[in-house]
C-alpha cells in the first residue's frame, strides 16, 4: 500500500508560482513512475507531467516550459515547480504512482489532492 500526500497548493495571481509537494512511501518495485494530474469542475482529468525511476519525463502540451518535475528520492518526496501560472491552471492536482510501464499510462495509486486556484 503506497501512501501519497500532497502539500503546497493554494492561491497566487496570474503569473505566480507555487510549488507541490507529495510525500510518499517507498514504491514496492525499484522501477517505477509517478506523475501529477489536475481537474478542474467540468472537464476531464487531464495527465500533467510524469517521471519514472530513470528520471524521464514527460509534461502536457499546457504545461510544457512552466512546470517541472522532480523527485528525491532519499526524501521520498514528488515535486511539481508550477511557474507563470494562468487561471486555467486552476484545478484539484493529485499525485500518482503506478509500475514502469509504456508511458507511465498505469495508475495504481492516488493521493487525496490539494486545489490551486490562480486569479487574475
Known amino acids: 500500500q503506497v501512501q501519497l500526500v500532497e502539500s503546497g497548493g493554494g492561491s497566487v495571481q496570474a503569473g505566480g508560482s507555487l510549488r507541490l509537494s507529495c510525500a510518499a512511501s517507498?514504491?514496492?518495485?525499484?522501477?517505477?513512475?509517478m506523475g501529477w494530474f489536475r481537474q478542474a469542475p467540468g472537464k476531464e482529468r487531464e495527465r500533467v507531467a510524469v517521471?519514472?525511476?530513470?528520471?524521464?519525463?514527460n509534461y502536457a502540451d499546457s504545461v510544457k516550459g512552466r512546470f517541472t518535475i522532480s523527485q528525491d528520492n532519499a526524501k521520498n518526496t514528488l515535486y511539481l515547480q508550477m511557474n507563470s501560472l494562468n487561471p486555467e491552471d486552476t484545478a484539484m492536482y493529485y499525485c500518482?504512482?503506478?509500475?514502469?510501464?509504456?508511458?507511465?499510462?498505469?495508475?495504481?495509486?492516488w493521493g487525496q489532492g490539494t486545489q490551486v486556484t490562480v486569479s487574475s
Open positions: 517507498r514504491y514496492p518495485d525499484s522501477k517505477y513512475c
Open positions: 500518482a504512482a503506478g509500475p514502469f510501464v509504456r508511458l507511465c499510462s498505469q495508475v495504481n495509486y
Open positions: 517521471i519514472d525511476s530513470n528520471d524521464n519525463t
